[in-house]
Nanobody, 133 residues
Framework: QVQLVESGGGSVQAGGSLRLSCAAS????????MGWFRQAPGKEREGVAA????????YYADSVKGRFALSRDNAKNTVYMQMNSLKPEDTAMYYC??????????????????????????WGQGTQVTVSS
């Protein structure tokens, strides 16, 4: 049974940093990707960033580009998202997801993967990030 467990959320002031972790169990990393999404109350789930599990490429939404950075440790089956220069508008529940239909085959696309949350097979339970001004 695949489980994704996020951790690292919390409350910070604007300009602060957090590092989120997504630990996968029961999931064998293959040629696919993992993505991070967020959802604020009353808003749709938004794709934030995605990374191929081999680490060959990353992709970031414009809203976080230059502030967030993905990394992965395949030995620990864990993906990290370093979030710097946090803004109040970053406040949301953050979710990681694995195994997107947009990340396999010859037309693999990270932009497609973060634009289509429904394409992922596995989801974590989420971790709350709150940024105060």
């Amino acid at each position: 049974q695949v489980q994704l467990v996020e951790s690292g959320g919390g409350s910070v002031q604007a300009g602060g940093s957090l590092r989120l972790s997504c630990a996968a169990s029961g999931y064998t990393y293959s040629s696919n990707c993992m993505g991070w999404f967020r959802q604020a109350p009353g808003k749709e789930r938004e794709g934030v960033a995605a990374i191929y599990t081999d680490g060959s490429s990353t992709y970031y939404a414009d809203s976080v580009k230059g502030r967030f950075a993905l990394s992965r440790d395949n030995a620990k089956n864990t993906v990290y998202m370093q979030m710097n220069s946090l803004k109040p508008e970053d406040t949301a529940m953050y979710y990681c997801a694995a195994d997107s239909s947009y990340c396999s085959g010859p037309y693999s696309s990270l932009p497609g993967a973060i634009s289509n949350p429904g394409s992922y097979r596995y989801w974590g339970q989420g971790t709350q990030v709150t940024v105060s001004s």
